[in-house]
């Protein structure tokens, strides 16, 4: 393998590194990319001679013919309607049941979607839950495409999904039967053992052992392990469940180990480590973080270590796995295997070399952390290194030996000691502050924070330069965390309203946090484990710019769609000061919530000021006393920036009239229209007053309500007032210094 090695034009590592830059290039097709990628190729012409550079341009070309024949071969794919299809057949391992609603991915026409089924009782649950072979349903379903991201710096399903090698979803909407079927495909058994492991656990063990031993065993957390899985998270050791290095090594070396005492010839035993790493592989769902350290371990076997190793797994897997750098897991393991094979800490006592790992590895991940998450929990540096000894020294070892005796020997036992676990990790996350919010950074910043970072460790032993470039990284994480722009966002989060102001000065402004409108109630076996809304919006929204703290909150009235997810959004954030109507405060549901929160609240009159930009916010209505509803909505005007903002909760034509009566002269550039735009909202009297040039519509995409109403948005056309819908555009913003300019999700 060395000597192959010796014959490539320029070092393993080198390669590598043009290699990523020509494959973001390539899929993202970014101006940073070609940038990056051009600086590169300029100095490798300038550094080589010219026979290397251009051999090692001709490899180069090999790549780049196959990234791009793989992106036009999955564009093509996405842009083809599929063709009609009345059976799935399922892949067992991906069965998901949470509640009554049912997901799998599912393979027909040879193609693979990710499928949805909303479950009729609960015995068909059950036998869901049960089901272990391959299976075909017949079925009425319809096709269709995955939703996009809806929020500036938000998740992609849809992205997401064409990188798993999926371009639509399919929902069943009649289930009329289910077929056994085999196949010759060892993927399709593969799917089945590991169902057929996960089942067993489930069935076999108690909880929360059983999650454990999933999780760590095969890399799959149940629905029911979501509570532990966000502790855990906000702690920043899920990564603990993730298979990698430490769960490769453990079994390879096992399987090695056995059959050497077996008596069997090394060459044999090497020849056996390509199939057992593959049905290894399968049996953990062929994750990257799993594929890319079998590939080191294989290849560290042949002679390569460190550097040369990391360079040869990365283009091994853009052949395996070709999407791997498109997913947070997969750049996240990637880096994480870099920083390991750059650092050099073996002559350290034990202890001591975990910790400068521990240390230096979470520093550097740093950047890529806060690109996918926003936020870092610097209590994770100690509580990676206590409980990753736990996890890999003990748990995996003992759960391990726990499910090969369990056909003789079921040893459940020992579930208090998960169970005590459990009450440890509660108890340190109660303890713990909340993470550190650093906010998202732009690509641009991400790179030059990676550059920055790479030349304090170059030079870590020079103090003069170490704090000049400790000082740069400083401001660059200030920047991230403080964009210095002044912005008005409109919140994307369905069916609901929330509006965030923040000035370059950091004072921050939420008007309203959205709620999910529950319909009906569900039995007992169809509740599902979820996030809130709130949970998958707003606070990522909040999160990636940085926000730590609100100064205020104001919540326009007590509908669930406005204020219903105050709880969750207290949770992650400080609030100074709550502003509410006084007619508010006569709904008993909503004052206990308030609460809970115990911070200062304000209730609010006519006249009262919220200073942000260069002006502040106006308290115009309610002046009495209401209900709390749509017509005792808090209404905000503003004038910033030369530019009049009127925002009027879910106010209605009555409202609307009580408004203008007290204010006749009122007039306002932005209008956040009221209710989503319903028809009772922004009658012809209010808007021939108010006249708005921009209108800001708050609405659900494919809302049960059919906000807006095509009568009011006729009525906006009539004033020549242009329209931006968050339900068609996603999240719309106005950004600038001393003027606007707007921009959205989706144009």
């Known amino acids: 393998m060395s ?10 590592i080198y390669l590598a590194f043009i290699l990523v830059w020509v494959y973001f290039a390539v899929y993202s097709g970014s101006s940073l990319a070609y940038f990056g990628l051009g600086v590169l190729l300029l100095r490798l012409f300038f550094s080589y001679p010219l026979k290397k550079s251009l051999a090692a341009l001709a490899f180069l070309s090999l790549f780049v013919f196959f990234f791009l024949l793989r992106r036009e071969m999955a564009e093509q794919a996405f842009r083809q309607e599929p063709p009609s299809a009345s059976s799935v057949q399922v892949l067992p391992d991906t069965i998901k049941v949470n509640g009554d609603s049912l997901s799998f991915r599912g393979r027909t026409n040879d193609r ?29 379903a319809e096709f269709e495409q995955a939703q996009q991201q809806r929020n500036f710096s938000g998740f992609d399903y849809q992205a997401y999904l064409k990188s798993q090698g999926i371009y639509r979803t399919l929902k069943i909407n009649k289930l009329q039967s289910l077929r056994p079927i085999s196949s010759l495909n060892p993927l399709d058994w593969l799917s089945v053992w590991r169902r057929k492991a996960l089942v067993y656990i489930r069935n076999n063990f108690p909880s929360p052992m059983s999650h454990y031993m999933t999780g760590l065993l095969f890399g799959d957390l149940d629905t029911e392990f979501a509570e532990m899985s966000d502790l855990y998270s906000s702690l920043g050791i899920i990564h603990l469940f993730a298979l990698s290095g430490m769960q490769v090594g453990f079994f390879l070396d096992g399987f090695r180990r056995i059959l050497l005492r077996l008596g069997m010839k090394r060459e044999t035993v090497n020849a056996l480590q390509l199939p057992f790493s593959f049905i290894y592989a399968g049996l953990t769902g062929f994750s990257v973080s799993v594929v890319r350290s079998l590939v080191q371990k294989l290849l560290a076997q042949q002679g390569l270590t460190r550097l040369d190793n990391f360079a040869l797994t990365l283009m091994v897997l853009f052949i395996l796995m070709p999407n791997f750098l498109l997913t947070a897991g997969g750049v996240l393991s990637c880096a994480y295997a870099f920083l390991i094979s750059m650092m050099d800490f073996e002559k350290l006592p034990l202890i001591r070399k975990l910790l400068a790992e521990s240390l230096t590895i979470s520093l550097g991940i740093l950047p890529i952390l806060i690109y996918y998450f926003a936020e870092f929990q610097p209590w994770s540096v100690l509580l990676t290194f206590l409980f990753s000894l736990l996890f890999d020294l003990l748990m995996l070892p ?13 040893i459940t036992q020992v579930n208090f000691f998960f169970e005590l676990l459990e009450g440890v990790i509660r ?25 920055v970072l790479a030349l304090i460790y170059d030079f870590r032993r020079k103090k003069s330069w170490l704090l000049s470039f400790s000082f740069l990284a400083l401001l660059l994480f200030f920047l991230t965390k403080h964009p210095l722009q002044n912005e008005i966002t409109v919140v994307d989060i369905g069916q609901g309203d929330s509006i965030f102001l923040r000035d370059w000065q950091g004072r921050t402004i939420l008007i309203d946090v959205g709620g999910r409108v529950e319909i009906g109630k569900k039995e007992a076996w169809q509740e599902r484990q979820t996030s809130s809304n709130a949970e998958k919006t707003l606070i990522p929204y909040l999160k990636s710019r940085g926000v730590g703290s609100l100064d205020v909150l104001v919540l326009t009235h007590t509908d669930t769609d406005h204020m219903g997810d105050m ?4 949770q992650h954030f400080s609030i100074k000061e709550i502003y509410v109507s006084k007619g ?10 308030l609460e809970q929160i115990e911070t200062s609240v304000h209730v609010v009159e006519v006249g009262d ?6 002006s502040a916010l106006q308290v115009l209505y309610p002046s009495g006393t209401g209900d709390g509803g749509n ?27 009580e408004l203008l009566q007290r204010f006749p002269q009122l007039k306002a550039d932005v209008l956040k229209a009221g209710h989503h735009g319903s028809k009772g909202s922004s009658s012809p009297e209010f808007l021939e007053q108010i006249q708005p040039k921009l209108a800001l519509i708050s609405a659900g995409q494919n809302n049960r309500y059919r906000h807006p109403h095509q009568e009011t948005l006729e009525r906006f056309e009539k004033l020549n007032t242009a329209i931006y819908r968050t339900d068609q555009q996603g999240a719309i913003r106005l950004i600038g210094w001393n003027s606007w300019r707007i921009e959205t999700v989706h144009s």
Not at 3 to 12: A, G, R, V
Not at 432 to 443: D, S, V
Request: net charge negative; hydrophobic share 50%; aromatic share 14%.
């Open 3 to 12: 000597q192959w090695i010796k014959k490539l034009p320029l070092t393993p």
């Open 567 to 570: 709880l969750e959004v207290a």
């Open 427 to 451: 108890w340190v996350a109660d303890f713990a502050p909340r993470p550190l919010i650093f906010g998202k950074p732009n690509l641009w910043l991400l790179v030059a924070l990676l550059l």
């Open 631 to 657: 017509d005792d909505s808090i209404v905000l005007y503003g004038e910033f920036f030369q530019t009049k903002f009127l925002f009027t909760g879910d106010l209605e034509k009555q409202g609307e009239t």
């Open 609 to 614: 000021e919220i200073p942000v930009f260069d």
């Open 584 to 593: 508010s405060m006569t709904q008993s549901d909503f004052v206990q919530k």
């Open 398 to 410: 003992g759960l391990t030996l726990i499910f090969i005796l369990s056909p003789l020997l079921k």
């Open 112 to 140: 693979l979607y990710q499928v949805f089924y909303k479950i009729k009782s609960a015995s068909e649950k059950e036998a869901f839950q049960q089901l272990t072979d391959l299976v075909v349903l017949d079925m009425e």
